[in-house]
């Protein structure tokens, strides 16, 4: 019963990563940039070629798959989704990746804009998430000096007495601050950075417990 329910989740995963393939991902035309847009409206199919911050656990999700034995060839589109969530980093002014971008669909556009609607930053964990897990899958430094030039700027910019606190435009040169730490900075953000930096792999090893989409921890036990 059991191997039957896991072979039905495997699948659904395997067709849910196909279908995302199919019609939600897209590559900017100056630089190939990958990224996965949405759609509006199914019915009409107008596609949008923006995409937010939230869709930036989807690489590491890809590289975890990875890490568990499916399709090794994941791991290169997890490779590519994860540099661009990066440069929506590396791009803004405080170094900090704003709610969602807009890409370019002609050679001669940028490869993404900011969309002044949604430049803020609310801590968010994705990013670092996917960071996370594609040094587990790589072993590749730059991950962690890509969290590192991230935790950096949130030291620089979000740290406040007290705490920790968003930024209401990361396109300015003196951003203000948004009056509120979410939750998910401490329960998430925080607890990927920790694990990226950590020097032993065994600490809440994938092996050991599985990280739910909160980052809350469930054990595996033993069959």
């Not at 279908?19 to 009409?44: E, N």
């Not at 700027?153 to 300015?172: D, P, Q, T």
Request: aromatic share 14%.
């Amino acid at each position: 019963m059991l191997d039957n329910v896991l072979f039905r989740l495997r699948n659904d995963y395997l067709k849910a990563v196909d279908g995302i393939k199919k019609h939600l991902l897209r590559f900017s035309p100056r630089s190939g940039l990958a990224y996965v847009g949405s759609y509006s409206d199914w019915y009409s199919r107008h596609f949008r070629t923006v995409m937010e911050h939230l869709a930036c656990f989807f690489p590491g999700t890809l590289a975890l798959g990875v890490l568990h034995g499916l399709d090794p060839s994941h791991l290169n589109l997890a490779e590519n989704l994860t540099k661009t969530c990066y440069k929506m980093y590396e791009k803004s002014e405080v170094r900090l990746a704003p709610e969602a971008v807009s890409f370019g669909t002609q050679s001669y556009h940028q490869d993404f804009q900011f969309i002044l609607a949604v430049a803020q930053n609310v801590l968010r964990p994705e990013t670092v998430e996917s960071l996370f897990y594609m040094y587990l899958a790589t072993q590749d430094e730059k991950y962690r000096q890509w969290g590192w030039q991230i935790f950096k700027a949130f030291e620089k910019h979000s740290r406040v007495e007290g705490g920790y606190a968003g930024i209401s435009n990361v396109l300015a040169k003196t951003p203000s601050h948004i009056d509120k730490m979410e939750s998910f900075f401490l329960a998430e953000t925080l607890k990927y950075l920790y694990l990226l930096f950590s020097d032993s792999q065994d600490v809440l090893s994938i092996r050991h417990f599985v990280f739910n989409t909160e980052a809350h921890l469930l054990p595996i036990h033993d069959s």
